[in-house]
C-alpha cells in the first residue's frame, strides 16, 4: 500500500497499513538483518545487482515519498515482529509526516506486546478490528463532509 499511497494517494478515501514493509531499499541492503538474505531470490539483491538496485529504488515507498496530499492513514507495526521490524512503520510515519501537504489523519500505534500478526487472544484481535473499522468509518465520513 505504500507504493500505492505515492503512486496515486487521490483515489482512496483511507488506508491502514498493518506491518508495512515500506522502506524495502534500506532494509534489503542490509545483508545483517536475518530474513534480508532470504528474501534476495525474490526481490533482488541491490548490494550486487545494479538493476534490482534500481527497480527496488524505483517503487520503494519509503524513498518515494513527496509532498502531497495524501489519504487518511492508520499504521500499524508490532515490538516483536521478526519480519518488519517495527522501526519501519515508525520511521515511514516520521518522514510521511514531515512531508504530507495536508492535514488528513496519520496515525501510528506500534503494538508493544506483538508481533508480525497483532495481540494474540480472541478479544485482543476483536479490540484491534473494531479499531480499525472505526478509523475505516472515520475516514468515509469526513470525505464525505
Known sequence: MGAVINQAPELLKGVAMHVPFVDVLNT??????????????????????????????????YSNIEAKNYPPMMVTGGLND?????????????????????????????????GHGGKSGRFERLHEVAEEYTFLLMCFDLADK
Open 28 to 61: 534489503m541492503l542490509d545483508a545483517d538483518l536475518p530474513l534480508t538474505p532470504l528474501e534476495w531470490p525474490e526481490w533482488g539483491n541491490p548490494i550486487k545487482d545494479p538493476a534490482a538496485y534500481k527497480t527496488i529504488a524505483a517503487y520503494c515507498p
Open 82 to 114: 521478526p519480519r518488519v521490524t517495527y522501526w519501519e512503520p515508525a520511521k515511514w510515519t516520521a518522514k510521511m509526516r514531515d512531508r504530507k501537504t495536508g492535514d488528513n489523519l496519520l496515525m501510528m500505534k506500534i503494538n508493544m506486546g506483538a
